[in-house]
């Protein structure tokens, strides 16, 4: 298994208008923590953001129909916006590059370059696959690769190569007893901590399991498996 890291460069100058507007108004963007794409073509995104919280709330609410829904979170000198949206076609066209290829993508990605305007990402795969990705994002948007290398899953130091968010869910779920015996809670218990949805929390749990397991057994192919679905807890929710 390869990765790669590289920097992606929108042609207009932004990704979403709505997000163009908000830049305008002093709110900087630095990370995502999670992209979900659903079925009907929209997205549910967890972004960090600095700025104006009352601009934030007064630009997606004359946002219009490409806003379904959002949610603001203090988090110290940062704000986690939850938002629910319709996506741009460049946007959509980066998501389907990505899932029409065998990779994962390692949260958080970093927006970075003037003004925040470009997207750092690291992805996890095969080297043909993570070179045809490649191929395709230039094709869309300008592309500059920061490293690339080989993925090693059999590191002695599982827990780094976590992503922050990953370490964050681990840390709740083991202090709300899902590691327990009987299981003690849910995905849904977990994630109303965490504030997001239960499917972002299978999701995050999924991955971690895989890797630090890829470690413990030194398997040197580097492959996550996807495990069983979450079983119904057999002791008391909360």
Do not use: W
Not at 11 to 25: I, P, S, V
Not at 75 to 104: C, F, K, M, W
């Amino acid at each position: 298994m390869r990765y790669v890291t590289y920097v992606i460069t929108p042609l207009r100058g932004y990704f979403d208008r709505g997000a163009e507007r908000l830049r305008e108004l002093g709110v900087t963007f630095e990370f995502i923590r999670n992209i979900d794409q659903l079925d009907d073509g929209t997205i549910i995104t967890q972004k960090m953001v600095r700025g104006d919280r009352a601009a934030v709330e007064r630009t997606l609410a004359e946002t219009g129909p490409a806003v379904v829904d959002y949610q603001l979170t203090d988090a110290g000198e940062t704000t986690i916006l939850q938002l629910h949206y319709r996506p741009s076609d460049l946007t959509l066209e980066l998501l389907a590059i990505h899932n029409r290829h065998a990779v994962l993508l390692d949260y958080p990605l970093e927006y970075a370059g003037p003004e925040n305007r470009c997207l750092r990402v690291s992805e996890i795969g095969r080297e043909e696959a993570l070179r045809r990705v490649i191929e395709d994002t230039r094709s869309l948007v300008d592309v500059e690769i920061e490293r690339l290398g080989t993925y090693d899953p059999s590191d002695e130091r599982p827990f780094t190569e976590l992503t922050d968010r990953q370490r964050e869910v681990l840390r709740v779920a083991v202090e709300e007893g899902y590691y327990e015996e009987p299981r003690q809670v849910t995905y849904e218990d977990i994630a109303v901590r965490l504030d997001c949805s239960a499917g972002t929390v299978g999701q995050h749990l999924r991955r971690i399991e895989a890797r630090l397991m890829s470690t413990l057994i030194g398997d040197t192919t580097g492959m996550e498996t996807e495990p069983e679905p979450d079983p119904t807890p057999t002791g008391p929710t909360r």
